[in-house]
């Protein structure tokens, strides 16, 4: 059993609906199993009172109510309005109560009504007033049905969906136990549960998905710089795109990018959407490591190696930077043939790596397996050994930050092309600069990235350019967001 934060189960939610598992089959499933749990703990023919509220931990209750009249006699009390049970998924499963002439309803909207209630002649309370949605101590009407359920705690069995309602509030519902939903929560302690599998495939605990983004993408606020700088050093005598092509992928997710590069390179950047600094020389040195801190002194995060080059005085200054740089940072392409020699100076920092197959050998002497879940625990023994995240691209990328693995399958073919590592490091740096951790920045970048280039093919086939991903960036993003 896996233990989650309730964030993780919203991640989940919009996750399961990406791989088309709707929010009804998930609510038909809730209601359910919790049926079926009161069936074989309690049998059958018995008089259940069924209290729901109006969010959709009602709507679990409304569908427990129908699984549990077939064989009982459920009175179903709705506390609160009905012009008020939000959203479509219990208003079908309301609707389809309001047809049932052997489910009695009861709507009750005012305290004093739920006071004067006697449910003595009931063998069982099902309590689905409140459920992950609760904000607060809980209000009238609500507050009056928990009292009243909680009058005949010890005398009648109570339980409750997804957890006690009001809870974590003192004013709970003193349940016998609580059906719980798939994952056993890390917020919830101090009650019994009884957990439920609703229909949620496996995948979800490992792949990457829209949530994934929408949830990485935090913007702070409204003046300049407060969401997000990020610093890309790279170039070298012999390329100057590669930097260019992470900074025009950061540039649409963060407000500055600044780009270090030594002088010839930079003097060929064409790009006012950039802050371009150059060092002296064709290539880095470690005469250089004093002016680049400088500059980490104004962001959030930095990458670190496309185009730089592996000349000998480079990989001093590239080690020398990542030594001194306590900020998040991504290390791509010849920044990765550099460190393959230091693998120990990355132990204890916010650091992603972002190594092809080809790579991950040359840095570990380790073939990638094909299988997917044995290329997640090579992935996952390693980075726990370098203390690093490792985001290994691939037809799925896999990516671990040495404690749990994930994997993502957004791209396509067309991806091979030149410069998409590039807009990848440069995107996963955003991430970084936006304030994610490793783990959530590297997943959310390849996300992001993936879908970008899916939606360059549906426009131009499979002849696109790394440019055109990145350009694709801003609407990957609003599609994402709307998703
Ligand atoms: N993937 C999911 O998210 C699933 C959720 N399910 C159910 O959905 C529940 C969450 O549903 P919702 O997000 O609609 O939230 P809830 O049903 O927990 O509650 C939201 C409703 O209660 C009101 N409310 C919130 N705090 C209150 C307070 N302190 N006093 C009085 N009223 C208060 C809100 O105005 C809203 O109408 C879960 O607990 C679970 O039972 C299941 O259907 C299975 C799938
Ligand atoms: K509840």
Redesign the pocket.
Same mark, same amino acid.
């Given at each position: 059993m896996i233990t989650m934060k309730i964030e993780d189960?919203?991640i989940?939610?919009i996750n399961?609906r990406w791989l088309g598992v709707t929010?009804y089959q998930?609510?038909e499933?809730?209601?359910a199993s919790v049926a079926r749990v009161i069936e074989e703990k309690f049998g059958k023919n018995l008089k259940i009172a069924v209290f729901c509220?109006?969010?959709?931990?009602? #709507?679990?209750g409304f569908?427990a109510a129908r699984h549990l009249s077939y064989e009982n006699d459920v009175t179903v009390f709705l506390i609160?309005e009905e012009v008020?049970i939000?959203?479509e998924?219990?208003k079908l499963n309301w609707n389809i109560l309001k047809n049932l002439d052997f489910v009695k309803i009861k709507v009750l909207k005012d305290s004093s009504q739920i006071r004067e209630l006697d449910l003595s002649e009931f063998d069982i309370i099902v309590d689905?007033?409140?459920?992950? #949605?609760?904000? #607060?101590?809980?209000?009238?009407p609500?507050?009056s049905a928990i009292e009243k359920i909680n009058e005949y705690s010890g005398k009648v069995k109570i339980v409750s969906?997804?957890?006690p309602? #009001?809870y974590p509030?003192e004013i709970r519902v003193k349940a016998d136990f609580a059906v719980t939903?798939q994952w056993d929560k890390e917020e919830f302690k101090d009650f019994k549960r009884i957990i439920a599998k609703?229909g949620?495939p496996k995948e979800l605990k490992y792949l990457v998905g829209p949530a994934h983004v929408k949830f990485a993408y935090k913007r702070k606020g409204e003046h300049k710089g407060q969401n997000g700088k990020l610093l890309i050093i790279g170039g070298s005598e012999n390329y100057y795109g590669a930097p260019v092509l992470a900074a025009s992928a950061a540039k649409h997710l963060v407000d500055l990018v600044f780009l270090l590069l030594p002088q010839n390179a930079a003097r060929r950047v064409n790009d006012p959407d950039l802050i371009v600094r150059e060092v002296d020389g064709l290539n880095f040195t470690p005469e250089h490591i004093k002016s680049a801190l400088e500059l980490v002194e104004k962001v959030d995060a930095i990458v670190i190696g496309p185009g730089i080059g592996v000349r000998e005085e480079t990989k001093e200054f590239v080690k020398g930077i990542i030594e001194r740089v306590e900020k998040p940072i991504v290390v791509d392409a010849d920044g990765l043939k550099i460190i393959a020699e230091f693998k120990d100076i990355l132990k204890g920092k916010e650091i992603v790596l972002t190594p092809h197959a080809g790579e991950f050998k040359l840095l570990f002497g380790e073939k990638v397996p094909e299988d997917l879940v044995e290329k997640g625990k090579v992935v996952m023994r390693r980075a726990k050994e370098i203390g690093a995240t490792i985001l290994l691209k691939g037809k799925y990328d896999v990516i671990s930050d040495g404690k749990v693995w994930l994997y993502n399958k957004t791209g396509n073919r067309g991806m091979t092309t030149g410069g998409t590592g590039d807009v990848l490091a440069g995107t996963v740096g955003a991430f970084l600069a936006l304030g994610n951790k490793a783990l959530k920045a590297a997943a959310a970048g390849a996300f992001l990235v993936g879908f970008a280039g899916d939606l360059v093919m549906e426009e131009k086939g499979e002849a696109f350019t790394a440019r055109d991903v990145a350009e694709k960036i801003p609407i990957a993003l609003k599609k994402i967001i709307e998703f």
């Open positions: 189960v919203y989940w939610d399961a929010p998930l609510m499933n809730a209601g509220g109006t969010g959709n931990n009602g #709507g679990d569908v609160g008020k939000r959203s998924e219990a689905a007033l409140l459920g992950a #949605g609760t904000r #607060g101590k809980p209000r009238e609500i507050k969906i997804d957890l309602s #009001g509030s939903f609703i949620y």
